[in-house]
């Protein structure tokens, strides 16, 4: 397991953009999957992206396809969810989550949480 720590939350205009950080401070997260998921009161977390742990495959849940943008930087200590054209149902407890991913699986098995960063979209 690594210890994940998420940063890049706060409050954003409707329409505006955001970029998500996920690190795990002393470790690289080459190799493993990364995921986003966001929490909102009152409703089940929901998975918003990932990116897997070979061949950098990435997924995007519907509410986020053609807005959102995971990569992971050069270094490989990085992971970034970047978030265009926001809305206010993009608002909610982000999380990043690390895994190593069933054998024939591209996310999953998320057994590492950072603790979660506020994202709020209002004006």
């Known amino acids: 397991q690594v210890q994940l720590v998420e940063s890049g939350g706060g409050l954003v205009q409707p329409g505006g953009s955001l970029r998500l950080s996920c690190e795990a401070p002393g470790d690289i997260l080459d190799g493993y999957a990364i995921g986003w998921f966001r929490q909102v009161p009152g409703k089940e977390r929901e998975g918003v992206s990932c990116?897997?742990?070979?061949?950098?495959?990435?997924f995007y849940a519907d509410s986020v396809k053609g807005r959102a943008t995971i990569k992971r930087d050069d270094t490989k200590e990085t992971v970034h969810l970047e978030i265009n054209s926001l809305k206010s149902e993009d608002t909610g407890i982000y999380y990043c989550?690390?895994?190593?991913?069933?054998?024939?699986?591209?996310?999953?098995?998320?057994?590492?949480w950072g603790p979660g960063v506020q994202v709020t979209v209002s004006t």
């Open positions: 989550a690390a895994g190593i991913p069933p054998h024939h699986a591209m996310c999953g098995n998320f057994t590492s």
């Open positions: 990116i897997s742990n070979s061949y950098d495959q990435t």
